[in-house]
């Protein structure tokens, strides 16, 4: 069965960082590109940045490009998301994701 | 960056309905083109890949069609299973806005 399970979410003040993980098992998570999604409260899907299978090409929405990194450890079968500089506007539901297979999501609240 | 929107926004309609929902990329994706279910306080589930194929265990009321900068999904005949919020996404990540199936 495949598995994606986020963690690390929480409440940060602006301004501060947070570093999501996402655990991977039930697929061969090197061969696939892997995606972090998030949802604002009664929003739309946001896609937030993508990581191709080896590392080599990331990709950034243009809102949180030099403020997070996404990166993964394919020993691990583990995608990350490192947010810096947070916002309240990063305030969100995120998902790891890779195709049909999401995660369940972890909640970010960005306040002071 | 490609941008996707969708129409409508909302729409509300009857069991049995048949319902289209239209997404438009600002600039040609060829059949780069998925669509989510999403209810609410849950994860999206993919419906179509590839614009037209219809993804393992999804019931066949549901189709995709399209290429280019339009697309359409469809729903012959609208179940109560199926009020939810529906997404395009190319597969470069961005989403449409979403079209939010209600009741009538």
């Known amino acids: 069965e495949v598995q994606l399970v986020e963690s690390g979410g929480g409440l940060v003040q602006p301004g501060g960082s947070l570093r999501l993980s996402c655990a991977a098992s039930?697929?061969?998570?090197?061969?696939?590109?892997m995606t972090w999604v998030r949802q604002a409260p009664g929003k739309g899907l946001e896609w937030v940045a993508n990581?191709?299978?080896?590392?080599?090409?990331?990709y950034y929405v243009d809102s949180v490009r030099g403020r997070f990194t996404i990166s993964r450890d394919n020993a691990e079968n583990s995608l990350y998301l490192q947010m810096n500089s947070l916002r309240a506007e990063d305030t969100a539901v995120y998902y790891c994701?890779?195709?049909?297979?999401w995660g369940q999501g972890t909640l970010v609240t960005v306040s002071s | 960056d490609t941008q996707m929107t969708q129409s409508p926004s909302t729409l509300s309609a009857s069991v049995g309905d048949r319902v289209t929902i239209t997404c438009r990329a600002s600039?040609?994706?060829?059949?780069?083109l998925a669509w989510y279910q999403q209810k609410p306080g849950k994860a999206p589930k993919l419906l179509i890949y590839?614009?037209?194929n219809l993804e393992s265990g999804v019931p066949s009321r549901f189709s995709g069609s399209g290429s280019g900068t339009e697309f359409t999904l469809t729903i012959s005949s609208l179940q109560p299973d199926d009020f939810a919020t529906y997404y395009c996404q190319h597969y470069n990540g961005y989403f449409g806005p979403g079209t939010q199936v209600d009741i009538k």
């Open positions: 990581i191709k299978q080896d590392g080599s090409e990331k």
């Open positions: 590839q614009a037209s």
């Open positions: 600039q040609s994706i060829s059949s780069w």
């Open positions: 039930g697929f061969t998570f090197s061969r696939n590109w």
């Open positions: 994701a890779s195709g049909c297979w």
